[in-house]
């Protein structure tokens, strides 16, 4: 019995050191995420056995052998410190999922306390088995498709009301495994606990469908929401698309091709609008040619996985065809909100994949990105119900309640009261305010844009404030020329809003801009004439 403690106290020894220091090389790294993860996820049942088993051996009889007895005594105290530090690793990730999302350079967002959560309770928590709420109604197996993966499932409850966000989640599984129901549930139990409706699909797997079978399927499924949705209560119009790993890398794809017709089926060619207000990537593949500037020792196995079972074809030959289903590659000034999640020890997923993305992603896109790097975090962290995935969770539902948020309707009345006249619509030239047209003359024709009063919303002052500095903040970060703006309203029934007018930019960056912001419209200004044009649509407001 003594021996069998004593290996079976080096396995829980080795495996807490692999959750804490994963190794990439050799034997080891085929048992670092497996084990690894186990150890990391499971801290408090590592002790839980450890304990059991020294009380069994005192209970069975103590070996009388010095040297086994200390051997056993220094590996249970050992695998106590490394299962109590990976506790300390869990309670640490809610400061930092706090201070990532407060901290975002832009539209910074503060995050609720444990107490807030709807379903997340504490005795679930230390559970850490996902059970699903009690009342949620589960739409099994509805058809998007006509072939046998062509299924999705739909989460709500009964009181669920009409009109709910959607939140659209694609499960991973390295394109060639996975299913619907088993992936991120303790996330998904606490949206639809809040009101959400859930789409989770299954779609063809690799190799017997090669790519790009898995991104025309999940595109199918958008275009089902797009369609089919309100008979379930949801808003096809309030959606965010989610994923893990490979899942996030469709999900990333699916947010950053709005405008790609390549995968979407004939059947959907109804279906205008192809966007969604928001990605949520947890451990996301975001770039698929394992490039080792950014993968850093594990993009061959990325290379091998794609070249022989996904794609199905030679990279060297295919550079361009690969690029193109690259989330890294898509990125736009116009691209959605993101929410990118990754753990720093991840073994399948190199972490600077993610920096990578989203050091890109600020550099060209003008909306919020927040991201979250976990310290100790294994991939596929948010399987269990822990302290961890709580804490992402609470991230991943304030990203996505504040990019679905309901918008007022653009009514008549708001749209005759950006006109010039009514307002009065001046650059600051110097120590002076001038006329918009006027100081077109001087500096060529421009467009003006603010940050204030999203959605025609009056905020308060500090708010305010900070959404002024954090645009100025990324203009200026980019090289962008502008000058100060101001929109005065003559009649007195609006507050002065303050913007920038940018200069030689194109107006498809200055709606961009204004989309970023959550502004109905922006200005474009010449010496005759200030024209408003629809962030959304692009058209001329008159």
């Known amino acids: 019995m003594a021996y069998v403690v004593m290996i079976v106290s080096a396995f829980l ?61 220094g590996l249970a105290i050992l695998s106590a410190l490394e299962n109590l530090a990976l506790i300390g690793i869990l309670f640490r990730s809610r400061t930092v999922v706090r201070r990532a999302m407060q901290n975002a350079p832009v539209q910074s967002m503060p995050l609720g306390h444990p107490r807030d959560d709807v379903f997340g309770t504490w005795w679930r928590t230390a559970l850490q088995f996902p059970f699903h709420p009690r009342a949620m109604e589960l739409h099994r197996d509805v058809a998007y498709g006509p072939l046998d993966r062509h299924r999705l499932d739909v989460w709500r409850l009964p009181d669920t009301p009409p009109g709910a966000p959607v939140i659209f989640y694609v499960h ?20 639809v606990s809040r009101g959400w409706v ?64 390549r995968w979407r089926p004939p059947e959907c060619s109804d279906i205008s609008d192809w966007s969604v207000r928001g990605a949520l990537s947890f451990y996301g593949v975001l ?44 990125i736009r000034p116009d691209s959605p909100p993101f929410l990118v999640v990754q753990g720093v020890t991840d073994t399948l997923v190199e972490y600077n994949v993610a920096r990578a993305f989203v050091a890109k992603f600020r550099s060209i896109a003008f909306a919020p990105l927040y991201y979250v790097e976990l310290p100790f975090t294994q991939h596929s962290f948010d399987l269990t119900a822990s302290v961890r995935t709580s804490a992402t969770t609470r991230a991943a539902v304030a990203f996505a309640e504040s990019v679905c948020a309901r918008r007022p309707a653009l009514s008549a009345d708001l749209v005759a009261s950006y006109q010039v006249p009514p307002t009065r619509l001046e650059v600051r030239d110097g120590e002076y305010w001038v006329g918009a047209c006027d100081a077109a003359a001087r500096l060529g024709p421009f467009f003006v844009v603010t940050s204030d009063n999203p959605f025609s919303q009056i905020g308060d002052a500090g708010a305010t404030e900070r959404r002024r500095r954090e645009l100025r903040a990324q ?26 007018a940018l200069l030689e930019e194109s107006r498809e960056t200055v709606r961009a801009i204004a989309l970023a912001w959550g502004q109905f419209a922006f200005y474009e200004v010449d010496v005759q004439r200030v024209v408003v044009r629809e962030s959304a649509s692009d058209v001329v407001l008159s």
């Open 198 to 261: 859930v789409v989770a699909a299954n779609y063809r797997l690799a190799p017997q469908n090669p790519w790009p079978a898995q991104m025309q399927d999940v595109t199918r499924v958008l275009g089902w929401i797009k369609a089919h949705v309100e008979e379930f209560g949801g808003d096809p119009h309030r959606m965010v698309v989610a994923g893990g790993s490979a899942g996030g890398h469709l999900a990333a794809l699916l947010a950053l091709s709005a405008d790609d017709p």
């Open 287 to 330: 770039e698929m040619t394992g490039d080792e500037e950014h993968w850093r020792g594990l993009g061959g196995a990325l290379q091998h996985l794609l070249e022989h079972r996904v794609v199905q074809l030679p990279l060297d030959e295919n550079d361009q065809f690969y690029r193109d289903l690259s989330p890294y590659e898509r």
């Open 13 to 73: 020894v080795l495996s807490a050191t692999a959750a804490l220091r994963p190794s990439r090389r050799g034997l080891f790294a085929a048992f670092a995420f497996p084990v690894g993860w186990a150890a990391g996820e499971l801290p408090g049942k590592g002790i839980t056995v450890q304990a059991v088993l020294v009380g069994v051996l005192g209970w069975w009889g103590w070996p009388r052998t010095q040297w086994l007895s200390g051997l056993i005594i």
């Open 172 to 191: 991973g599984g390295a394109w060639t495994f996975g299913d619907k129901r088993q992936q991120a549930r303790p996330m998904l139990h606490e949206f």
């Open 475 to 500: 203009l200026d970060a980019r090289g962008m020329k502008y000058l100060e703006s101001r929109g005065r309203d003559s009649r007195g029934a609006w507050p002065d809003e303050m913007g920038v």
